[in-house]
């Protein structure tokens, strides 16, 4: 049996702009939008055309992990699971293997590209969500 590492290679060398596969998500770092047993539609492009607040599926190690797309800096994505308090270290654009464009939960698919503004939300609530539960993690020690 090959490798899994080699069939995310292969996977990532045969997509094309446009092309669409689909996932299932096994992790809880997107509950609760994505929940474990869903199903994700991917659409591959390049990483310059992914906005704030896109959900991309990109590879880390042997493993696809689906985060939110927080912003850009030194060249690199900056991403973070909604129900994570901290940030992924940052991501090299051609890690990303495409964009989040449906959900499929308990057989009703959702898409995401007409709600993209809620992305840009939850990036934005995301980005400080860490901070804030830290300050209050600090200031609830100190008293």
Do not use: C
């Not at 599926?57 to 939110?68: D, I, N």
């Amino acid at each position: 049996m090959p490798d899994p590492a080699d069939w995310n290679g292969l996977l990532a060398e045969r997509l094309r702009p446009g092309d669409t596969f689909r996932v299932k998500v096994t992790g809880g770092s997107m509950r609760p939008l994505l929940q474990p047993g869903d199903w994700v539609t991917v659409q591959a492009g390049p990483a310059d055309e992914f906005e704030v607040g896109d959900l991309l599926l990109f590879q880390s190690g042997a493993h696809f992990v689906t985060h939110r797309l927080l912003g850009r800096a030194a060249g690199r994505l900056l991403l973070k699971g909604d129900a994570l308090r901290t940030q992924d270290p940052p991501v090299a654009p051609q890690a990303v293997l495409g964009r989040v464009v449906t959900v499929e939960h308990h057989g009703k698919i959702r898409s995401l590209a007409a709600r993209r503004w809620t992305g840009r939300l939850a990036a934005g609530w995301s980005r400080w969500s860490g901070w804030l539960y830290q300050k209050l993690f600090f200031w609830r020690m100190k008293t």
